[in-house]
């Protein structure tokens, strides 16, 4: 059974840093090219970044290019974002995304809040 479960969000004043973790079991992602999607509140969900099966190409979407590093460990089978500098407009739900085979798959999501 595939299972993606992220962890790691949290209220967080602005300019401070979390770490997001999106754990996978039902098979191994480095078979999987992986992403991170947000979706704020009233907004439609949006690409934050995402990670080629090896993780060796990564892409941005440019409100967070600089800010936020997605990398992955594939012995943990797990894949992390990393944001640094958060802004309130950071503010949203994270939730990952695997495709493996012909399958899409979706975590629960993570809250993030960035207030001060």
């Known amino acids: 059974q595939v299972q993606l479960v992220e962890s790691g969000g949290g209220l967080v004043q602005p300019g401070g840093s979390l770490r997001l973790s999106c754990v996978v079991s039902?098979?191994?992602?480095?078979?999987?090219?992986m992403s991170w999607y947000r979706q704020a509140p009233g907004k439609e969900r949006e690409l934050v970044a995402r990670s080629t099966s090896t993780g060796s190409t990564t892409s941005y979407a440019g409100s967070v290019k600089g800010r936020f590093t997605v990398s992955r460990d594939n012995a943990k089978n797990t894949m992390y974002l990393q944001m640094n500098n958060l802004k309130p407009e950071d503010t949203a739900i994270y939730s990952c995304n695997a495709r493996y085979n012909t399958g899409i798959y979706w975590g629960q999501g993570t809250q993030v809040t960035v207030s001060s």
């Open positions: 039902g098979f191994s992602i480095s078979m999987a090219p």
